[in-house]
Every structure is written in C-alpha cells, then in structure tokens.
C-alpha cells in the first residue's frame, strides 16, 4: 500500500505535468515559463523542481510518453487471421475511430507530440513504418489488394490523419467518429459512384 506522500506526491507530478502541456500546447515550448506551470498546477516552484530537472526534462517527458503510447496504440491495431470480408471494413473503421479518439482525449498533449515536438516528423515516420508493417501483415493475410504499395498507404493514411486532426479535431469541428467514417468510406470504397471503373 502507497503511503499518503506517496500518493500526494505522485498527484503533484500529475498535476504538473497537466498543466505543463496546457501552458506548452496554448504558448509552445520557448514561452511557457516554470512560474506559469506551477500557479496553473497549484504548486510551488520548488516543489516543480522535486520532479523535474528544468522546463527542457519536463516538455522531454511529455513527448516521450505520447510517442511511447502511440506506438503501442498502432500495435495494438494490428487485424487478426480468420477475419470474414464484411468484418474488415468494420475492423478498419474501429481502428481509426479508435486513433482519432486516442488524439482527442488530451489535446494538449496531442499538440505537442504531434505538432509542437521538434521531433515530431520523425514520429510520424516511426508511425507510418509501424502502421506499413501492420498493413503488410493484414494484406498477406488477404484483407486488402496485393498491388497496394503499403508504404505509400501508410504515408497517406498519416498525412489524412494529421491533416484532419488540425483542421477538424483539436478545433472540435468534427468528432472522432465522422472524421474516422469520412477517412474509411474514402479509402475502402473511393470516391466514383458505385459502378464506375477506373482501369
């Protein structure tokens, strides 16, 4: 059982890293002062310092774990064998609805790790070549065209989220669901009425 410091100290840290990514995702990395962390957290400076080295150890913290909890999320994504032909569309349209819900839930921490983070086009490289080898893995096992360069799905697939995720989500424009129903219904069925054939 945790003692009471240890709880307190550990919802201290919590709070402080919540108020980190709000003051770093409205005035980004340069003007987010330590002072301005700690009067949103509630807390005292010195106590910020109990945690964290300095504002550079915090924001790095903050990346490391939306970058941690996002390759974890694309693994977890991955279509098992046996799947029927009616299932997989349903499968993929989860999966994405299940990403845009992933990037809504801490917009804050969506910002920074997706747009704010130095490194964050690196990121999404590390995510498109996890994302390619999941749809590799789900295209040998039949559920999509064995034509398809995965790598250049994977690279849209990124770029339609990304894109989206700015324009539509962290505004509260659209809501996960439609903008997952949207992005499916475009890549599972195109975009020509029914009928039309293209080759």
């Known amino acids: 059982m945790r003692s009471k410091k240890g709880r307190k100290g550990e919802e201290s840290r919590k709070r402080l890293l919540k108020a980190a990514a709000n003051e770093f995702s409205i005035r980004g990395f340069h003007e987010t002062k330590v002072s301005e962390i700690v009067k949103r957290a509630g807390l005292t400076q010195p106590s910020f310092y109990l945690y964290f080295q300095s504002k550079e150890a915090i924001f790095e913290e903050i990346i490391t774990d939306f970058h941690s909890r996002v390759r974890k999320l694309t693994a977890s994504l991955l279509l098992e064998n046996g799947l029927n032909t009616n299932d997989v569309s349903k499968r993929v349209l989860s999966a994405v609805e299940t990403v845009f819900q992933f990037l809504a839930e801490d917009k804050d921490l969506t910002k920074i790790g997706f747009f704010l983070n130095p490194e964050a086009k690196q990121m999404k490289k590390d995510l498109a070549m996890g994302l390619k080898e999941n749809l ?7 559920y999509f065209r064995s034509d398809l360069d995965m790598e250049t799905v994977a690279e849209c ?3 339609m989220i990304e894109h989206l995720t700015d324009s539509f989500l962290l505004t509260g424009i ?3 669901a439609s903008l997952a129903a949207q992005v499916v219904n475009l890549l599972v069925y195109g975009m020509l009425p029914k009928g039309s054939d293209v080759r």
């Open 157 to 159: 697939l990124i770029g």
């Open 136 to 142: 590799e893995a789900e295209q040998r096992l039949g």
């Open 174 to 176: 659209k809501d996960p």
